[in-house]
């Protein structure tokens, strides 16, 4: 089993940093595709099977907590879960997010155990 | 920003710089010649929210790569580097940024951040922070760091 895995961050350079933070743990990534930002990752969601969005929040064009909202009004995204790595961490942003069905939530800046423990929240335990 | 607040600010850009990039700085006092210190480049961002207010780091040309180097695990000498290093510096600002704000605030208050820009430390408008400003200076593997912090209505200004 492998998990199609969509990053969606403005940083070219967090995104690089999600990707080598993946390969440090075990968890079996299957493909990693990339957004830079909430509309493009609606459109790579339209055509490629994902089963885990990890997105931020703070993002020119549309930011993560319009991405979440879009998703959740999508019959077709509203059950493929979402985890948020952002460095905006109030409790009460979390909380709202939260509210609107995200999987779970790490700030920045992350460990690989933290994205391990993370993913498997919002995915379950797979066989190490 | 009272003591507990300019630890906080401190601790918040030390703790960033060892987790993200991998460098240990030092708090330092101002340099006594500042137009001594060479090209210098500037990354400032606003915020707003529970407070308003702007961030900045100036800090030397050559300071960008090393941070994109430690960051993305590559050598700095990597042609691949150069074209990174912009990025690499917005975004650890905007790291220091959002780390910083629940530091001094708590962890309750709503901030939505601005996106950071780079300039050269010359083009920036010479009342781009009010003399109530807050200003520090870090050493990091040779680098000399500048952080600038305002914020607006707040106890912290």
């Given amino acids: 089993m492998s998990f199609n895995i969509l990053i969606t961050d403005d940083s070219a350079t967090t995104r690089a940093i999600i990707k080598r933070t993946l390969q440090m743990t075990e968890v079996p990534v299957g493909t990693l595709l990339e957004a830079a930002n909430g509309l493009e990752a609606l459109e790579v969601l339209q055509n490629e099977w994902v089963d885990l969005v990890m997105t931020d929040i703070n993002m020119p064009e549309m930011n993560g907590i319009e991405l979440v909202e879009k998703m959740k009004e999508s019959p077709d995204f509203e059950n493929i879960p979402v985890v948020v790595l952002s460095t905006e961490g109030s409790e009460t942003r979390i909380e709202e997010l939260q509210n609107m069905g995200i999987n779970g939530f790490l700030h920045k800046p992350f460990t690989p155990e933290q994205v391990r423990d993370l993913i498997k929240e919002a995915l379950g335990d797979w066989d190490e | ?157």
């Fill in chain 2, 1 to 157: 920003m009272n003591d507990t607040q300019l630890q906080a600010f401190e601790g918040s850009i030390g703790h960033i710089l060892e987790d993200l990039v991998f460098l240990f700085p030092s708090p330092m006092p101002a340099p006594a010649h500042e137009h001594g210190l060479g090209n210098r480049i500037l990354v400032h961002m606003t915020y707003s929210g529970a407070h308003n207010g702007k961030l900045a780091m100036d800090y030397p040309d050559s300071f960008s790569t090393m941070v994109a180097a430690n960051m993305l695990g590559l050598d700095e000498d990597d042609p691949d580097i150069v074209p990174k290093s912009e990025d690499a510096i917005r975004e650890l600002l905007n790291v220091i940024c959002g780390n910083l704000l629940p530091a001094l605030y708590g962890s309750e208050a709503v901030f939505s951040l601005g996106i950071p820009e780079i300039i050269p430390s010359t083009d920036a408008p010479e009342d781009m922070f009010s003399e109530t400003a807050t200003t520090i200076w870090f050493e990091a593997d040779d680098a000399i760091l500048r952080f600038q912090y305002s914020s607006e209505n707040s106890a912290a200004s």
